[in-house]
Structure formats: C-alpha cells, structure tokens
C-alpha cells in the first residue's frame, strides 16, 4: 500500500539556520504530494504541495520538489525563524481511488531558538 | 465563511460511554473525512463520505459509525469508548475534484477515555 517516510524529529535549529526535512514516498501510479504544518494547538494546513514531477512547491521562504526518481519530496527553507517552529507532515493523494484520501508520514517536530 | 469547524474541542469520556463528534463545512464539498493523531504518529483515516447519503471506511473504522445526511455535516459517532480510542480527531472536506483534491481541515477535537 501507498506509504510516506519522513524523518524523525524533534529537529532544533536557530534562527536564520538553514532547514531541510527529508521525505520519501511509495505509491502506485502518480501521487500528488503535499506538505501540511500544524501550529501548536491548531489544526492542519496547507504548506504547499506538487502534482507531477519536477513540480516545485513553493510557500511562506519553503519550497519542495517533486522527485520521481528518487520518489521524494524534502521541504527546505533557506532561513528558519521562531515563528516556523511547528510540526510538518508530508503526505500524498492518488488521484486513481475513490477515496482520495490523503496518507501522511509521522509529522517532524521543528523548534526554532532565537 | 467558516470553512471546516468541529465540535467539542475537548472532552472526557469514561469507557463504555457514547458521544458524537460534530463537523460542518460551509464551502459546499462533497468529499468529507474523519482522520485520527495519535501522539507522535501521522493522521489516519478512520471512515469518509463522497456525498450525501455515501460513507465507507478508511484504515481504522473499528469502534466508529459516520452518517451524511446532509452535503454540511458529517458526524462522527463512538458507540462504547475504550481507552485506545483516547485521539485527536480531525474532520476535513474536499472538492474531489482536481490532480490535487486538496483537503481543508477543522482545529480538532481532543478526546481522552479514561
């Protein structure tokens, strides 16, 4: 079945530092594939996303790019601040099942220190 | 527009007791979800809903009925609460449409069965 992989966390950084979150996927056929933060307390939302390969996503200074050959999807920030401290889940949709739901990693839990 | 709001935010239950979740959504989707969080673990997807009067399960349907009497609603109900079932609860709702189906989610409902 569809999976996603994401790296473990919590991952601590301080501000301005660079920020990747590695993640990778297994799916028949071609997913959409999306990055969603959650902020303390609050519910899920839309990051970015990417719907074919070599799409990038782009959002808020994070950007991510489909790679089908290496069935990945890292999301990257050039320069973190306090406020990006929240935790961000990787997921997928395949747009070939009824149900287009979407399947998530476990979540990487980023804490930015000032 | 509201988008996605769940009802309660917060509640206790003893084992064996019932309750109902609430979730409405104004943006007039078709697909709705119900996904639980457990803690340190992604979202998964407990039953969804393709339109008014369709439901069918998801990964974790076990202990769970849904109902979709209207294209708004979409209540989830929890017959006899065991401890396992101690989650956070999210709704989402959808277009179903689109490479992309991108999901709006609600803020939650944080459940604890005692």
């Known amino acids: 079945g569809d999976s996603v992989t994401q790296m473990e966390g919590p991952v601590t950084l301080s501000e301005e530092a660079c920020l990747t979150i590695?993640?990778?996927?297994?799916?028949?056929?071609?997913?959409?594939l999306f990055w969603y933060v959650q902020y303390p307390g609050e519910g899920l939302q839309l990051l970015l996303k990417?719907?074919?390969?070599?799409d990038k996503g782009s959002n808020k200074g994070f950007e991510a790019t489909y790679r089908k050959e290496t069935t990945s999807f890292h999301l990257e920030k050039g320069s973190v601040q306090v406020s990006d401290s929240a935790v961000y889940f990787c997921?997928?949709?395949?747009?070939?099942?009824?149900?287009?739901?979407?399947?998530f990693g476990s979540g990487t839990r980023l804490q930015v220190q000032p | 527009n509201a988008g996605v709001t769940q009802t309660p935010k917060f509640r206790i239950l003893k084992i064996g007791q019932s309750m109902t979740l609430q979730c409405t959504q104004d943006?007039?989707?078709?697909?709705m979800y119900w996904y639980r969080q457990d803690p340190g673990m992604g979202l998964k997807l407990i039953y969804y809903?393709?339109?008014?009067?369709?439901?069918d399960k998801g990964e974790v349907p076990n202990g769970y009925n849904v109902s979709r009497s209207t294209t708004e609603d979409f209540p989830l109900r929890l017959e006899l609460a065991a401890p396992s079932q101690t989650s956070v609860y999210f709704c989402?709702?959808?277009?179903?449409?689109?490479?992309?189906?991108?999901?709006?989610f609600g803020p939650g409902t944080r459940l604890t069965v005692l």
């Open positions: 989402a709702s959808s277009t179903g449409t689109g490479r992309d189906n991108e999901q709006f």
């Open positions: 943006m007039n989707h078709n697909y």
């Open positions: 809903s393709v339109g008014a009067g369709i439901t």
């Open positions: 590695n993640c990778t996927y297994t799916a028949t056929g071609y997913p959409s």
């Open positions: 997921a997928l949709s395949r747009g070939d099942t009824g149900r287009r739901a979407l399947t």
């Open positions: 990417a719907t074919k390969a070599d």
